[in-house]
């Protein structure tokens, strides 16, 4: 027999109550642990990033170092199009991130054409280097040559060349041989060396050609002592770097401390004059 009336009834109006509070539970207070969740999510997305542009900022802004700029650079990248894709973000978050990655982008072809710029620079002084010293020596030939063509021209009674010695006229060819051989004189030299040598195909006759034809090549410039000893690949990947990072710009990326520059995305910046 049950005595306790009202506690029973009590009991049963909590038993049928309890599937319109688990009901309620689903409709309001889970998404609003979702939305919590979610903007938790956005501080640590956003912390992630902080801490991983700091550890860059010496590399990018500071330019210790190209190589290790561009993996940053990549790992940042990579990391603002994970969270653009993350499905808790807003449509206004992942289009921020969308952004980010864009400029993180932009950056690194900028970056890797100031590398190359640095590139040609150290080729075009090692070029230029050699090219000093080849145009020196090639001068020396062509005097040479030229003091050969003198002798001949200046024998008594030497008309018509018919006192020509053939074999003064084919040292006189092969001493222009190599200047015209080496792609690294300059244009002046080339011209008169051009001009030597045909003065010397039309002197040297039947026999000059025949002893002109058997002498042999003379060695090249480069052979020479103090030739300037062209850099390996490696030299010149080392001398790019170092340019890259003494001569290049303020990373349009990155906060920075110039006055020329003014805060852009929270933790970057862009160019003063390109927000006017």
């Known amino acids: 027999m049950n005595i306790h009336p009202d506690r029973n009834m009590k009991t049963n109006n909590r038993a049928s109550l309890?599937?319109?509070i688990t009901a309620a539970l689903k409709t309001l207070i889970v998404p609003l642990l979702i939305v919590l969740a979610g903007c938790g999510s956005l501080q640590k997305r956003e912390a992630r990033y902080v801490s991983a542009v700091e550890r860059a900022r010496p590399f990018i802004e500071g330019r210790q170092d190209y190589d290790m700029a561009l993996i940053y650079l990549d790992n940042l990248q990579s990391m603002c199009v994970v969270f653009a894709s993350d499905s808790h973000s807003s449509d206004q978050e992942k289009e921020r991130w969308q952004e980010r990655a864009g400029e993180i982008q932009k950056a690194r072809q900028i970056f890797v054409s100031e590398y190359n710029?640095?590139?040609?620079?150290v080729r075009t002084l090692a070029f230029a280097r050699q090219s000093e010293f080849v145009c020196?020596?090639?001068?020396?030939d062509l005097r040479a040559a030229k003091g050969i063509a003198?002798?001949?021209?200046?024998?008594?009674?030497n008309w018509f060349g018919l006192r020509d010695?053939?074999?003064?006229?084919?040292?006189?060819a092969i001493l222009c041989d190599r200047v015209l051989g080496d792609t690294r004189i300059s244009h002046i030299l080339n011209l008169a060396a051009a001009r030597q040598k045909y003065d010397c195909e039309h002197r040297l006759g039947n026999r000059g050609r025949n002893i002109y034809a058997d002498l042999h090549k003379l060695p090249g410039y480069d052979t020479f002592s103090g030739f300037p000893t062209p850099p390996s690949e490696e030299e010149?990947?080392?001398?790019?770097?170092?340019?890259w990072s003494q001569t290049g710009r303020p990373m349009p990326l990155?906060?920075?401390e110039s006055s020329d520059v003014v805060p852009s995305m929270g933790t970057g910046y862009k160019l003063a004059s390109a927000s006017r």
């Open 236 to 243: 010149i990947n080392s001398s790019a770097k170092k340019i």
């Open 150 to 157: 003198d002798g001949q021209n200046g024998k008594w009674f």
């Open 136 to 140: 020196l020596q090639a001068t020396k």
């Open 117 to 121: 710029a640095s590139l040609k620079q």
């Open 18 to 20: 309890n599937p319109f």
């Open 254 to 256: 990155l906060k920075g």
């Open 165 to 172: 010695d053939p074999s003064e006229w084919a040292k006189a």
